[in-house]
Each structure stands twice: as structure tokens, then as C-alpha cells.
């Protein structure tokens, strides 16, 4: 069972992140050789305040 997780900024709109999971998925079932059902993909948001680049947050 392969998992994929993405971990974003919160902003994009569930169609967004309904149309990613859609097409991750057909990619990965036609790489892996796998049955999409198998897969499952794990969208995480998380607060600018809880996210760093360059050493600084990005809620800054």
C-alpha cells in the first residue's frame, strides 16, 4: 500500500487538491504497476507560522 503525503501551505482550494490526489494517483498506479485503490494520498496543511525557509517562518 503506497502512501503519499504532500505537505503544503494552507491557500489552495479542494478542487485543487482533489484534482492533485486524482492525477498523483493515476501516475503513480501506471509507474508502479499498482491498482489505484492501493494507494492512498495524505494532503497535511500547515501553518505558515509552523514552517521555516532559510531559517526564518514563513508567516514572518
Given at each position: 500500500?503506497?502512501?503519499?503525503?504532500l505537505e503544503?501551505?494552507?491557500?489552495?482550494?479542494?478542487?485543487?487538491?482533489?484534482?492533485?490526489?486524482?492525477?498523483v494517483?493515476?501516475?503513480?498506479?501506471?509507474?508502479?504497476?499498482?491498482?489505484?485503490?492501493?494507494?492512498?494520498?495524505v494532503?497535511?496543511?500547515?501553518?505558515?507560522t509552523?514552517?521555516?525557509?532559510?531559517?526564518k517562518?514563513?508567516?514572518?
Amino acid at each position: 500500500m503506497p502512501i503519499i503525503r504532500l505537505e503544503l501551505v494552507p491557500g489552495r482550494t479542494p478542487e485543487q487538491k482533489s484534482d492533485f490526489a486524482r492525477e498523483v494517483t493515476r501516475v503513480a498506479a501506471e509507474t508502479l504497476n499498482c491498482k489505484p485503490e492501493s494507494l492512498d494520498v495524505v494532503i497535511t496543511e500547515v501553518p505558515k507560522t509552523h514552517w521555516a525557509k532559510g531559517g526564518k517562518l514563513l508567516g514572518e
